[in-house]
């Protein structure tokens, strides 16, 4: 469905802080309830954001339709504390509900995936399953290859450290983020929404830093929480009119499962969509979006590919367009984000962008630089980072571009960012 949301400039100034003003409330007009934004926030946030329901919510007395401003979060530590994808990968490990690959063939489970990789999985859990059967990866019979497995999700190389993937565009895709979903292939949603309950289940119940053992080498992160401001924070937009997403490099269903604590939807989620068969069960190929067909496995919710796919879901934009910068009226108003996989999102909503510092460069050097006024940082909300102890490589190294290579963070009339100093942590 395609959103339309604009106000008529002569009904509008700009603040110092870049953010839209409407005019005083006619005589006479009806008052509404005033959602209220909860304490907890750096600085003067909790104000900015506040600022931003009272001037984009229902209440606004400048809006000319019903039509919601929308607003869009990332999910893994902006609304949660830790990554609810790792969470998956290590219970699927753990109960061995990975698959054997066709023909035990691993470069079948991402185009990305390179021979040494292929090699090394098909090493460790050749002869542990039938092709299709899923792997004891939980068992010690399975321990190698559910270290393989781990070896390669979570450092991109294998146990000889050789690199795990190729070819891919840094702009658009993380190979290891979408092999995740890649490996569920054989499940339905249905089962995978399972799942992600069952881990959702041990996470949160868990004490906060809580580990777990994942074959034999890996003692990985064994909680998850939500962010309290966060969920504060999408109970106010939703209660003063907007239209709330979720946009994740973690797979959908996964997303879906832990969407439902903070009252969004299914409907609302868009994570790493797989490809199913005419039964219903996920291939080990991906979903496409703008000029990237489907089965392609090159265009994620991932900076670039973030923007695509809130473009084609939440605003109704179809083909290449869909990958291009959209006029404001048909672009989110707020957004959420903690890492560089956020920048392109971020930088196109219209009124604020709150950023979770995590230390990542680009992000940060976007953030600090905050040359529109409309940036707003604030630490993790649980175990905060320290202060980076040195500045943030903005005029060097800061931007990675689609082939890697690094470079100087540019504004948007190619101006270079300055180097910037860690101050919000």
Known sequence: MQRKWAAPLALMALTSSGLLLAPPAQAGQSTCPRPAVGAGWHGDNQARLQQLIDRYGSCSPYRPSRTKPVAVFDWDNTVVKNDVGDATMFWLLRNGKIRQPA??????????????????????????????????????????????????????????????????????????????????????????????????????????????????????????????????????????????????ASPQPVVEVWAEGVGIDAQHVIGIRNTTTYGGKFTAHLQGCGSVEEGADTMITYIDGKRCWINKEVFGVRGAAAEKVQPAARRQVFAAGDSDTDISFLRDATALRLVVNRNKNELMCRAYDDSDGRWIVNPMFIEPKKQKTSPYPCSTTGYVDHDGTKGPVVRGDRSVIPDQTDSVY
């Open 103 to 248: 023909r035990g063939d691993w470069s079948t489970t991402s185009r990305h995936l390179t021979p040494a990789a292929a090699t090394a999985l098909a090493g460790a859990c050749g002869s542990l399953a039938r092709a299709g059967a899923p792997l004891p990866t939980g068992t010690p019979e399975g321990s190698g290859c559910a270290d393989e497995i781990n070896a390669v999700y979570g450092t991109a190389a294998t146990r000889a450290g050789a690199a795990a993937f190729a070819g891919w565009d840094r702009r658009t895709t993380e190979p290891a983020y979408a092999w995740l979903p890649q490996l569920m292939q054989g499940w339905t949603a249905r089962e995978v929404r399972g799942f992600a309950a069952a881990a959702r289940t041990e996470n949160l119940a868990a004490p906060i830093g809580t580990t777990q053992q994942v074959g034999t080498t890996t003692t990985a992160t064994g909680w998850v929480r939500y962010y309290d401001q966060q969920k504060d924070l999408i109970a106010a937009l939703r209660k003063a009119g907007f239209d709330v997403w979720i946009s994740s």
